[in-house]
């Protein structure tokens, strides 16, 4: 079995965000974070945003567990199928599926209440965009 941290392991800026919060957050926010599967910007760093306190949320789903990042935005993404009013992970939230622009990876949903929205996008889909790669957020 795959340990649960293996699945965040290669982003680095949630290391650095509990660790360095002050010294290093400026140069974290820059960071793009693109497709695994095709490398296509999908959001940055600067974009993720608490919900229920929290950045980071883990949920059972189909007997795994998958870790999602919240983001205000995330341009790299499309929205297919349907608005779901049911079975959300976030109570009160609507919810969309939500695939990579360039090659319909699922990469995480779209939530959608009365007063706001936000993507919460899965961790192990996402990859930080390397030096000399686009940087900054998708367009």
Known sequence: MIPSWSKTDHLTYLKRRMIFEDDRKDQAGETALICASCRHPITSVSEQTDVRGRHDHAFSYYRQIVRLGCFRTAPGCLGVQGIS?????????????????????????KYTSEDESFYGLIF???REAESGQENGTAV
């Open 85 to 109: 009013h049911g079975y959300s992970w976030f109570r009160g939230y609507a919810w969309q599926i939500q695939v990579c622009r360039n090659c319909s990876t699922q990469l995480g949903w």
């Open 124 to 126: 192990e889909t996402l």
